[in-house]
């Protein structure tokens, strides 16, 4: 008697746990605290999977309550024998409907929202996105503006309400950009080159960083992103114009796998002479020391010499 | 390769484990030789085919990895409490969570379920052995010599720190040079065909070992969940053993299959990784919701409600297992088509699973419900499993788990899972088989403690990392900063965590304790048990039955209590049993020095140790051992003991 | 092994073939088959990466630019015939007669060796033409792809010469019969997976360069 008691108490302070903590601490979250429509969209769709979880949590747990409070062994009854029912073709029913229409309930904004993910966001403003390459080399962050031909490490200026196309990609290990208040993360790989869209709505900064695993340095590589009105942004683009120039030796200097925190800005960028998203293993020869676009030809000079 | 290479230095901890490793070792070795117990270990235990047997030393190998992979857990838990603390180091922090999924997964809760299945599910269906005696017991040997091999990289070499997942171009050659990810992946290999073996062996076993009357339907739901994931293992398993082998011929071989350079692949590990992956993860759940099932209706008194619909829900969740893969990594970038198809196709696993959870339920309904620990268990698996299944379903949604993927919120959920899932089910199965494989009940008064000490520390540990993780705490970082945030509830899933450590101190002690001191069961059936394992007696005589039972139904030793009439006079024949062999665990030990060999690059060892392993399949297939027959003036004198 | 229940008889029936007659010889026979599933499992997954990493060829030669029909034409012929013998070698055994099925065998052992021969010759041609396992991602998968095909043919070939051996010391038993039969199916198989091979990998790498 003692344990079932117990056992209910447990079991109902558990559920008023969930709740109170879910309606306190929502708002102190970085995920459920958005400052642009992509983190806003997604908050949406938490909040309204978490609506309908705590429904199905509620009907498991008052039901296995009962179960165990109102069937449980005791004296009086002890002489009990239970019907041995096989099942009910009926229940068996309704408990596979229900989780079909939650399933078709959730599915249906999710893919909407995945659609939706896809679009530069539309509002509050319609202007052409700028345009962001992000790469991540171990352990640092190197973003390019290649419309405003500058490039930054460690740190992401953004003016607000504008979408940011980010093009990801990555010199060396598979990383994650992640900006929680303005929205998901998307991965950083080598040779390839994935897309997402983000925006902030208000100016501020925001935490970014790696959220994929990368090895030593990993819980290091992180990065500041602030969000500028227009003016503000503009003013700093043409101030990073007239930063100092990116040379192919410096940019091989970062190239080197440690961590760095330090935060450049330079006014020219690295697309000049390589983009990892098509030359996968640059920074691996760089290490090594092979001169990467040398070697690349010799190969091929080689290569095509002895079979034709 | 200097000596100091060689063995893992400069770190207090490991000193510690150096020594204790070999105060272990001496302290075995004195008590065997003092005890003269090395031929009785020799050949009751290492040489033995025995299914009950190989199924306890399974369970003995896992509790001492869930001990490792514990400890492991532990440090980790002791270094992430307090912002920018350095009890470890990084590199030592990137080990400790590798070897913790890794050794968690891998060789503890599969080898702690193969055990139960090995121990409970021949009986269950009221065989006298396996379907390949020999092959079970190189199944536990490969296992066991994989995961040692896995394990002394913490003193030799050094561990791998790619994570369980060993995500290339991390884990490749370039980024992660050295033995630690050969160990990943020789010690899995290694260990992979003994699983391969296994699912095999049970498959034909419970196929065609079924005692007479036992149609498929009139299987119990341990054996029906064991069968479903027999088949998931044979078509999961070689893919992991391709994967492994693409990543051991990049690294020792300089392939190019998953580099960066000369166009390798490196996504194609992730989708074989988890093409095995997923499906790996109800390699360890059906089993669980199998011995659930048992225990719930052993304990309510109630046959098992809904139990086509049991079946077929299994049948949907391991086809379904398939094809969710893409799950793993919605943030690829895949297009929206892609990311829309696996968001559906795995909430659709919930559907089953709801069914399964509602039809325990109802098993419980106008029951009459006795708690034991091993009901304990099993009835704090339906809460604690729901609020694991739920968040399941809010990361399956691809365009939130944007914001959930490699976070606190995914760490929380797959403990959740994998913990009142499969842990839970390892201690209920191992409390509801405990009589039948030691002839004593464990003591229930330790049994409760540890239970509530376990499960209430498990949701103060995990319960907070949804909210860690929703407030953008990546997993696996090592240490954050204080303006983070996350130091308060850091700390409250630190205390839950010492709270599971206390629950299984108490665990191991209960079975010291019983040892000592319980009362020997000599009933055979300790729980009024529904199945035919409660049928024979205990302890279980090696040929398990004397007269193979006759199944009318559902439940047949219920069935065969109820109306006594049906029991047959008693007419012994001869009785074909196996003969034990050495063999096994001498190819397991070539395997081990062969994998020790490829790890270091050490050629020499690696061929040596491979001829070792052609030289025992040479023998083997020269070995015409038929086994033998036990003569029934034997059988008789055996069941007459137990009178 | 009959220690589960006793035969009931039904196998005994002089129809029945040696290999079937004991619970063992049906046991072994049935998990073989199950064994051959997880194979395709294996073959399959490698069948995916080989074909996902078709075109990358980083700077190394393509297919289409060594793969030679001869060769191949000549591997596919040798076992794709001694799978034929192999059957026969069956049949042989089927119709009681112990020199039949070993000279079968012998002959299947044979063609089995030829097509090694030619594997390992086709093998050193294209690692002298510059593309071995290290040449880039086609190439890995080319060579472990076919290369398993090839250690499955080896293995195989080992294991009949032990069971040649086998037959020799004990003639034909319901055990020496099982051997040969549970061989004789992965034998097979490895002519199946061979099919595939010869489609998947030479004739679409040949119709991909020259079309």
């Known amino acids: 008697m003692n344990i079932l008691k117990k056992q209910s108490k447990f079991i109902l302070g558990l559920i008023s746990l969930i709740i109170i903590t879910f309606i306190s601490g929502c708002n102190d979250l970085a995920v459920l605290d958005p400052k642009g429509p ?10 309204l999977s978490i609506g309908f979880m705590l429904f199905i949590v509620l009907v498991v747990f008052v039901l296995f309550t009962f179960m165990i409070v109102r069937y449980r062994e005791r004296p009086e009854n002890a002489d009990y024998e239970p019907p041995q029912d096989e099942g009910s073709k009926v229940l068996e029913l309704i408990w596979t409907a229900i989780p079909v229409l939650i399933v078709i309930a959730l599915a249906v904004p999710t893919v909407k929202t995945i659609y939706a993910l896809e679009e530069p966001p539309k509002a509050p403003s319609h202007k052409n996105p700028v345009v962001v390459h992000a790469t991540s080399v171990d352990w640092k962050w190197i973003f390019t503006y290649p419309e405003e031909n500058i490039e930054t490490v460690n740190y992401l200026n953004i003016p607000e309400d504008r979408p940011i196309l980010f093009k990801l990609t990555s010199a060396d290990s598979m990383a994650a950009l992640w900006i929680p208040q303005l929205g998901g993360q998307e991965y950083n790989m080598a040779g390839m080159e994935t897309e997402l869209y983000l925006q902030a709505d208000e100016p501020g900064t925001y935490n970014g960083r790696n959220a994929n695993f990368t090895g030593e340095g990993f819980a290091k590589q992180k990065f500041t992103v602030t969000a500028q009105t227009e003016e503000d942004y503009e003013q700093w683009v043409e101030e990073a114009q007239s930063a100092r120039k990116l040379t192919q030796e410096k940019y091989n200097e970062l190239m080197k796998k440690e961590i760095y925190t330090d935060e450049l800005t330079f006014s020219s960028t690295h697309l000049e002479w390589v983009d990892h998203a098509k030359q996968a293993d640059y920074a691996v020869k760089v290490r090594k020391g092979i001169d990467p676009e040398k070697d690349k030809q010799e190969e091929n000079d080689s290569h095509h010499g002895s079979h034709h | 390769m200097k000596w100091d290479e060689f063995f893992v230095t400069g770190d207090p901890f490991i000193y510690a484990a150096d020594a204790s490793i070999v105060f272990t070792s001496i302290g075995i070795v004195f008590v065997l030789t003092y005890y003269k117990k090395w031929k009785w270990l020799w050949s009751e235990w290492l040489t033995t085919v025995d299914h009950k047997k190989i199924g306890i030393m399974y369970i003995i190998a896992a509790v001492l990895m869930l001990f490792r992979g514990g400890v492991d857990a532990l440090l980790m838990r002791a270094q992430i409490t307090a912002p920018g603390s350095e009890i470890l180091k990084s590199q030592h922090y990137n080990e400790i969570f590798t070897t913790h999924g890794t050794i968690m997964i891998i060789f503890m809760a599969m080898p702690f379920l193969i055990g139960l299945i090995n121990f409970a599910v021949p009986l269950q269906i009221g065989a006298r052995d396996v379907a390949y005696p020999y092959l079970n017991a190189v199944s536990f040997w490969t296992f066991f010599f994989g995961a040692m091999l896995f394990n002394i990289s913490f003193v030799i070499g050094g561990s791998p720190s790619a994570g369980w997942t060993s995500y290339v171009p991390l884990a490749g050659e370039e980024l992660s040079p050295g033995p630690g990810q050969n160990y990943y992946l020789l010690g899995l290999q290694i260990a992979g065909i003994g699983t391969l073996l296994t699912g095999i062996n049970f498959l034909v076993t419970i196929l065609k070992m079924r005692a007479p009357g036992m149609s498929i339907i009139r299987m119990p739901m341990f054996t029906w969940s064991t069968l479903i994931t027999m088949i998931l293992i044979i078509f999961a398993f070689p893919v992991l053993t391709v994967a492994l082998a693409l990543m051991t011929f990049d690294r020792l071989f300089g392939s190019h299959f998953l580099t960066l350079a000369d166009g390798g692949l490196p996504m194609l590990w992730l989708n074989l990784f988890w093409i095995w992956g997923h499906p790996e993860v109800y390699i360890v759940i059906l089993p669980a919701f199998g011995i659930f099932s048992e225990i719930i209706s052993t304990f309510a008194r109630k046959t098992l409600f809904g139990y086509k619909a049991m079946v077929w829900s299994m049948v949907s969740i391991a086809g379904l297992s398939f094809i969710v893969w893409v799950h793993h990594f919605f943030t690829m970038g895949a297009n929206a088509v892609v990311n829309s198809f696996f968001s559906i196709t795995t909430m659709a696993i919930a559907i089953p699973t709801g069914v399964k959870i509602f039809n325990w339920l109802f098993t419980l309904y106008k029951g009459r419900i006795k708690i034991t620990s091993a009901m304990l268990w099993s009835l704090a698996f339906i809460p604690n499993f729901t609020i694991g299944g739920v968040t399941g379903v809010m990361l399956a949604m691809a365009a939130a788990d944007y914001q959930y993927h490699n976070t606190y919120f995914l760490v929380s959920h797959f403990h959740y899972v994998l913990i009142s899932g499969t842990v839970f089910a390892c201690f209920a199965g191992l409390y509801f088989w405990y009589p039948k494989m030691f002839g004593h009940r464990l003591n229930e008064r330790i049994g409760k403690w540890s239970f509530w000490l376990f499960m209430i520390g498990f949701n103060v540990c995990f319960f907070p990392m949804y909210f860690l993780g929703l407030d953008g705490m990546p997993r696996r970082i090592y240490t954050y900063e204080w303006a983070d945030g996350w130091f308060d509830l850091n700390v409250v899933a630190t205390i839950g965590a010492i709270g599971m450590a206390i629950g299984f101190v108490l665990l191991i002690y209960n079975i010291y304790w019983s040892f000592r001191y319980a009362e020997r069961e000599t009933t055979g059936d300790p729980w009024d048990g529904r199945t035919l394992e409660w049928s024979t007696h205990t302890p279980v005589p090696f040929y398990n039955f004397a ?56 050629w020499w060892m690696a061929i040596l140790g491979l001829i070792g392993v052609l030289a025992m399949l040479l023998l083997r297939s020269f070995d015409y051992d038929d086994g033998y027959y036990v003569p029934v003036d034997e059988v008789e004198r055996i069941e007459k003991s137990y009178e | ?145 076919v290369g398993t095909h090839g250690a499955h043919v080896t293995m195989g070939i080992a294991w009949m010469i032990l069971i040649i051996i086998q037959l020799v010391q004990r003639g034909l038993t319901k055990q020496t019969t099982r051997k040969v039969f549970v061989a004789s199916l992965y034998w097979h198989f490895l002519d199946v997976v061979w099919i595939f091979i010869f489609t998947a990998v030479y004739l679409y790498g040949m119709v991909m360069h020259h079309g």
């Open chain 1, 38 to 47: 992509v983190a806003l969209q997604q908050k949406d769709l938490i909040m």
């Open chain 3, 1 to 145: 092994m009959e220690y589960v229940h006793s035969d009931n008889g039904k196998h005994d029936a002089p129809d029945t073939p040696l290999e079937y007659q004991s619970e063992t010889g049906r046991l072994n026979i049935l998990g073989f088959w199950v064994f051959l599933g997880a194979e395709i499992a294996l073959f399959a997954t490698l069948f995916a990466s080989y074909l996902v990493l078709v075109g990358r060829y980083a700077d190394g030669p393509t297919p289409g630019e060594l793969f030679e029909v001869k060769g191949v034409l000549i591997e596919t012929f040798l076992l794709l015939t001694s799978s034929f013998t192999c059957g026969l070698a069956i049949h042989e055994m089927r119709r009681n007669s112990l020199k039949g099925l070993i000279v079968w065998l012998g002959i299947t052992l044979l063609l089995g060796l030829g097509f090694l021969g030619f594997e390992i010759y086709e093998f050193v041609h294209y690692i002298h033409e510059g593309a071995s396992l290290t040449t880039s991602a086609y190439w890995s998968g080319f060579f472990v792809l």
């Open chain 2, 547 to 602: 007269i193979i039972p006759e199944v009318s139904g559902l439940d047949a030793y219920s069935r065969m209590k109820r109306d006594p009439a049906q029991e047959k006079k008693k007419e012994y024949k001869p009785i074909h049993m196996p003969n034990y062999s050495g063999k096994p665990i001498f190819m397991s030990v070539a395997f081990f020095i062969s994998g020790f060999g490829l790890v270091f690059e050490w």
